[in-house]
């Protein structure tokens, strides 16, 4: 990861909440589950004893990522105000010249984003291509077998 990281007030706190949540409360089970381990015996050949170790590594690297995250984090305003231009939260019809299909797409931040539900990441391709364009401007898009074309038809902002 490298850069920042474009996050909504209610999504840096939900991350905050969540490692929160991993420091206190999942930290303690682990220790507990190693601590009633230990208690089998010979640790050489104690099957819980090395699961419990690996989650405890794996919980461990879950907080440094988030750690990383938060500290990357700019943080935006949940409601974006009203603009002409895509941005975080806007609402975006668009076309495709080449197959003449339209869609809509949310333009969300990296937590919110749900491509099977048009919730793109301002941090996507697409996402990225859009940011900034007004209605009417023709953008470009790549995509694994060349480029896609799409013509912004309408930006609103839910």
């Not at 990861?1 to 706190?13: A, D, K, R, V």
């Not at 015996?41 to 419990?52: C, R, V």
């Not at 697409?126 to 953008?139: D, F, N, S, Y």
């Amino acid at each position: 990861m490298s850069g920042e990281i474009i996050l909504t007030e209610s999504s840096f706190q939900k991350l905050q909440q969540e490692l929160e949540h991993m420091k206190t409360v999942k930290r303690a089970e682990m220790a507990e589950a190693l601590r009633k381990a230990r208690a089998f015996g010979d640790l050489s050949e104690n099957f819980e004893y090395h699961a419990a170790r690996r989650d405890q590594g794996i919980l461990n690297g879950k907080i440094a990522d988030l750690e990383k995250k938060l500290e990357m984090a700019k943080v935006v305003p949940d409601k974006v105000l009203a603009s002409d231009e895509i941005g975080l939260g806007a609402i975006v019809m668009v076309r495709d010249l080449e197959t003449d299909d339209e869609w809509e797409y949310h333009v969300v931040d990296a937590l919110q984003a749900d491509p099977e539900n048009d919730k793109i990441s301002v941090h996507s391709p697409v996402g990225e291509a859009l940011t900034g364009h007004k209605v009417g401007e023709i953008i470009e898009v790549p995509i694994p077998d060349g480029t896609a074309r799409y013509e912004i038809l309408a930006i609103r902002h839910g």
